[in-house]
């Protein structure tokens, strides 16, 4: 069985930053992409920052500048490094990957993370 679990989010005042990671255990013979997405109240679930296995990083508009993904393939564990952050970016961030496993390949979540950014 495949999981992900987040970790790192909280509280933080506009300008400041936080460090997302996501650890992927369980059975699986290989991570193709690992990325993160995040959930607004009200809003679609949109993408942040993805990485395929090859390291070409994908940012949304809203994340250039700011945010840096970036991926430990020996850990199965990939990070978010988010700095200058601004209100509009508290929303629930979910950790994503592709997994092949022996028999079958399929997408992946993790449960979320809460990030607020509030004064």
């Known amino acids: 069985q495949v999981q992900l679990v987040e970790s790192g989010g909280g509280l933080v005042q506009p300008g400041g930053s936080l460090n997302l990671s996501c650890l992927a255990s369980g059975s699986f013979f290989s991570i193709n992409s690992m990325g993160w997405y995040r959930q607004a109240p009200g809003k679609q679930r949109e993408l942040v920052a993805g990485l395929t296995y090859g390291l070409s990083a994908d940012y949304a508009d809203s994340a250039k500048g700011r945010f840096t993904i970036s991926r430990d393939i020996a850990k199965n564990t990939v990070y978010l490094e988010m700095n200058s952050l601004k209100p509009e970016d508290t929303a629930v961030y979910y950790c994503?990957?592709?997994?092949?496993?022996?028999?079958?390949?399929?997408?992946?979540w993790g449960q979320g993370t809460q990030v607020t950014v509030t004064s």
């Open positions: 994503n990957a592709g997994i092949r496993t022996i028999t079958s390949f399929g997408i992946y």
